[in-house]
């Protein structure tokens, strides 16, 4: 019995886990936009993350909704609808700060490409620390800890090296 409960000691609370989850998808998304639209200027991959990321979070909270509706066999409370757009709200706001990065280096003379791969790395950062995050609150240490943060940041060049590829070499 004590095991047990020191076992759901460890799990994060479903919100702070959902909220997390959403982190990451957002920053993953984030980073996809990048990669598929490096000719725009920079005010463009600007609002096209941000509008592709709103369209992302309103679909999957209206999906989740509709299953809990049919599920459950009732709509959901506007508290319900709030407290789940809340808690996926990160899905938007993880690409904020790759965003930002994009924008410094392209206002300080970085061409798209380069203020691209800026916002990118980025992302990578996001990926480590949210998987870094991740790893930790589930108690992982040493080498498990590290294969998992480096499993999120090996993703995130993976992606930046076939932009890359794709725009350098193949375009």
Do not use: C
């Amino acid at each position: 019995m004590a095991q047990n409960e020191s076992e759901a000691a460890r799990r994060p609370s479903p919100r702070l886990a959902r909220r997390r989850a959403s982190g990451i998808y957002g920053a993953i998304v984030t980073a996809a936009i990048f990669a598929a639209t490096a000719g725009l200027s920079t005010a463009a991959l600007v609002v096209a993350v941000v509008v592709t990321l709103v369209v992302y979070w309103l679909a999957e909270e209206y999906a989740e909704l509709l299953s809990e509706q049919i599920e459950e066999g009732r709509l959901p409370s506007l508290k319900r609808i709030g407290r789940a757009l809340s808690d996926t709200w990160p899905m938007v706001t993880a690409s904020f700060l790759p965003l930002a990065a994009a924008v410094v280096a392209r206002l300080a003379g970085a061409s798209a490409l380069v203020a691209s791969n800026v916002g990118l790395s980025a992302v990578v950062v996001l990926l480590g620390v949210h998987s870094w995050s991740a790893a930790r609150a589930v108690r992982l240490t040493g080498w498990r800890l590290a294969g998992a943060t480096a499993t999120a940041v090996g993703l995130g060049l993976t992606m930046i090296a076939l932009k890359n590829l794709v725009l350098l070499h193949l375009h």
